[in-house]
């Protein structure tokens, strides 16, 4: 054998062997799984479950013989998209909400289910629909913690064949067309000002109940007279050109009486009168 020859098998024995060492580690790198802590590893073996899901940690495989599916056990966000809703009222709203799972059963997420997220998503679809449609509108904008807590209970029951289990359901925008949006601020501002007729109607009452008490006390001619100048007091104090100078009726009763041709008995009687009253005053 030639030189060329021994070379040229040498090279050939070469290939092969570093042939096969890629191959003892591409079927060893196969047969390694690492899972992380918050994952499972589902195995199957000729297309059957071996057990329980496996994990944390290093997972030891059959090459070409086991498969590994791994499933996240973390809780998931996902936003329900946008829906047209009418209500039972026969208002069309559009919501919108947020749902919060996590897979408690690996093995049913993957055996039970093609896909759980796509399956949870299309089912709080649905059933955000059905349950919104449901109710007034009334009742949307102001129980949506009883909302929230219906459409949890049912999304729930829906998943929990697949290993999937809805925590929370959250609605968190209803948009309301601009029509019936003025007629609910019409309505809010008709019910203040009712408010505020039923609140200036209650002060009134009150009002003439303390005028009441007020006018018992001002019987006595002193209490009136005071009253007077107190109000004489709180005019003067403002910046008016009014002038008001109370002058008692009982200066002019005498001249009303002429004027009626009836004269007084004696001139004594109106300078008496007059006298008192500079004395009253």
Do not use: C
């Amino acid at each position: 054998m030639s030189l060329i020859q021994m070379q040229a098998v040498g090279v050939g024995a070469i290939v092969v062997l570093i042939a096969a060492v890629l191959f003892i580690i591409f079927i060893l790198a196969s047969a390694v799984r690492i899972v992380n802590e918050y994952e499972r590893g589902v195995i199957f073996r000729l297309g059957r479950v071996q057990g329980a899901a496996k994990g944390p940690g290093l997972i030891l495989l059959i090459p070409i013989v086991d498969r590994m599916v791994k499933i996240d056990l973390r809780t998931v966000s996902m936003s329900v998209p946008p829906q047209e809703v009418i209500t039972r009222d026969n208002v069309p709203v559009r919501v919108d909400a947020v749902i919060y799972f996590r897979v408690l059963d690996p093995n049913k997420s993957v055996i039970e289910v093609e896909n759980y997220v796509l399956a949870t998503s299309q089912i709080s679809q649905t059933t955000l629909r059905s349950v919104l449609g449901q109710k007034d509108l009334d009742d949307l904008l102001t129980n949506r913690e009883a909302i929230n807590e219906e459409l949890q209970v049912i999304i729930d029951d829906h998943t929990e064949p697949w290993g999937v289990k809805v925590s929370a359901v959250e609605v968190k925008d209803v948009e309301v067309p601009q029509q019936m949006q003025r007629a609910m601020a019409r309505q809010a501002e008709s019910e203040r000002e009712r408010r505020a007729k039923i609140i200036a109607a209650e002060g009134e009452y009150q009002a003439s109940q303390r005028l009441s008490q007020a006018a018992e006390r001002l019987e006595s001619p002193t209490a009136l007279q005071l009253r007077l100048f107190q109000t004489l007091t709180e005019i003067s104090s403002e910046q008016s050109s009014t002038l008001i100078i109370p002058v008692p009726m009982d200066l002019f009763r005498p001249y009303l009486k002429m004027g009626d041709g009836h004269l007084p008995s004696e001139p004594s009687e109106v300078q008496r009168e007059r006298e008192e009253e500079v004395e009253r005053l």
